[in-house]
């Protein structure tokens, strides 16, 4: 069965400092790596995705993210936060097959001014 | 309309009543999902359309929570005789293509239910 954690619940950094939240994942094959946000009273927006090939990939908003296979890590950085990053942010594994997402529970992140 | 789309956004009903939640897709959108969401927790899958056929329910918590999606589009989640533990974020997601698990998930706002 796959399965996702994410470390910490909440994390606070202050504005224009570097940001990395972590999640490991547990999955018996390649896996299919997501990160989302989400505000409040808002659903899901992805922020990047991670298939294959190329271990570090980009995202939107300035945000990054590193596969490390041998860690079954998908640590989400980015190298300055702005106030509007401030949100819940969750790391997904998506099977083969395609018909549904795991879901680890989320790090809400805060940004002091 | 440009995004996956849920109504109501609110949704407050007394134990025991039936109710009903509309999931609309995005146009031409082939795999349907749903998930529930608990306060402070992350999403947790319920089940999964392609197209009209249901292939898999096995999140579904239990026998009152029924699903459909008739015509491969709009999508309606019931739960009958609710409980107070149904009171959760109900999000709808959609993806393009049927299978693979590379497809990215696009979701509504999603419908927030309370079970007084």
């Known amino acids: 069965a796959q399965s996702v954690t994410q470390p910490d619940i909440h994390i606070t950094v202050s504005e224009g400092a570097s940001l990395e939240l972590r999640c490991n994942y547990s999955?018996?094959?390649?896996?299919?790596l997501f990160w989302y946000v989400q505000s409040p009273g808002q659903g899901l927006q992805l922020l990047l995705k991670?298939?294959?090939?190329?271990?570090l990939v980009q995202g939107i908003k300035g945000f990054e993210a590193e596969f490390k296979r041998s860690q079954s890590s998908f640590n989400l950085r980015k190298p300055s936060v702005h106030w509007s990053d401030a949100a819940e942010y969750f790391c997904?594994?998506?099977?083969?097959?395609?018909?549904?997402?795991?879901f680890g529970g989320g790090t809400r992140l805060m940004v002091k001014p | 309309g440009a995004g996956v789309s849920q109504s109501p956004r609110y949704k407050v009903a007394k134990r025991g009543q039936d109710v009903a939640l509309r999931c609309d897709p995005i146009?031409?959108?082939?795999?349907l999902f749903w998930y529930q969401q608990a306060l402070g927790q992350g999403p947790e899958f319920l089940t999964y359309?392609?197209?009209?056929?249901?292939?898999?329910k096995s999140g579904l918590p239990s026998d009152r929570f029924f699903a459909e999606r008739p015509e491969g589009s709009v999508s309606t989640l019931k739960i009958q005789r609710t409980q107070q533990e149904d009171s959760a974020v109900y999000l709808c997601?959609?993806?393009?293509?049927?299978?693979?698990?590379?497809?990215?998930?696009?979701f509504g706002d999603g419908t927030r239910l309370s079970i007084l």
């Open positions: 991670y298939f294959s090939g190329d271990t």
């Open positions: 146009s031409g959108h082939v795999s």
């Open positions: 997904a594994v998506g099977n083969n097959a395609g018909n549904m997402l795991t």
């Open positions: 997601a959609s993806s393009l293509a049927s299978g693979g698990g590379g497809q990215p998930q696009h």
């Open positions: 359309f392609q197209n009209e056929a249901q292939l898999d």
């Open positions: 999955y018996g094959a390649t896996p299919y």
